[in-house]
């Protein structure tokens, strides 16, 4: 029997992001552009937004696209940031975004990549 390992990330962030519906392309494009691998987008409907944003006569959608983009503590402010730009979320409106702390993950990470980030941390102890 072979013992597997267990690639463990204790260095990332959790973005996720609720936009309006037919904003998550955009707002995924804008993230793999600013470097995150990958996302998963899934659909909720929103509730009790209405009611308060409709006395100043805005129409808001309540069909929203749910992101989450795990990415690098080194990439999640600039991540964040472009996210937030695409999604036009200065907007009333249009959706919100958060950033969490993720303390433990655990996932497939290729050899090259882990030989990159060993190398890293050698340089780092070096300085």
Do not use: W
């Amino acid at each position: 029997m072979s013992v597997q390992h267990i690639n463990v990330l204790t260095d990332a962030y959790l973005i996720t992001c609720i936009v309006q519906r037919g904003r998550a392309k955009a707002v995924l494009k804008a993230a793999q552009n600013a470097g995150a691998q990958g996302a998963t987008i899934h659909y909720g409907h929103g509730h009790g937004v209405q009611e308060m944003l409709g006395v100043l006569s805005v129409a808001i959608n309540a069909e929203k696209e749910i992101i989450n983009i795990l990415v690098p503590s080194d990439l999640s402010d600039m991540i964040f940031e472009k996210m937030s730009i695409a999604g036009h979320l200065d907007t009333p409106g249009m959706g919100m975004i958060y950033l969490t702390r993720v303390e433990k993950a655990a996932t497939y990470i290729p050899q090259h990549i882990l030989d990159a980030i060993s190398e890293n941390d050698a340089k780092k102890d070096n300085v």
